[in-house]
């Protein structure tokens, strides 16, 4: 079996977006985005060495309160309202 429930242990539940509870890096990872002016999920990936499917659902739910941008193919998506210091 290729899948270790392990791997996904800080998320919590599959609900929909509106009862979505939030991963336990959700905080640290939105403050490192707003510090940049694009992000992608491979950045977060490697920062906070964490598995794609798990970086993908914090790069949706960043999209869904505002802080990213919509994907656009292949690029980094855009920070919105960055504080890049």
Avoid: T
């Avoid at 791997?7 to 939030?22: I, L, N, T, V």
């Avoid at 499917?53 to 994907?71: F, N, S, Y």
């Amino acid at each position: 079996d290729l899948y270790s429930e392990d791997a996904d242990a800080d998320f919590e539940g599959d609900k929909p977006a509106s009862d979505e509870k939030r991963d336990s890096l959700y905080e640290e990872i939105k403050e490192f985005v707003q510090r940049h002016p694009e992000m992608s999920a491979s950045l977060i990936q490697r920062k906070f060495e964490i598995g794609y499917p798990r970086a993908g659902r914090i790069v949706d739910q960043l999209e869904r309160d505002g802080v990213l941008g919509p994907a656009d193919g292949p690029k980094p998506r855009k920070v919105l309202g960055a504080n890049r210091e």
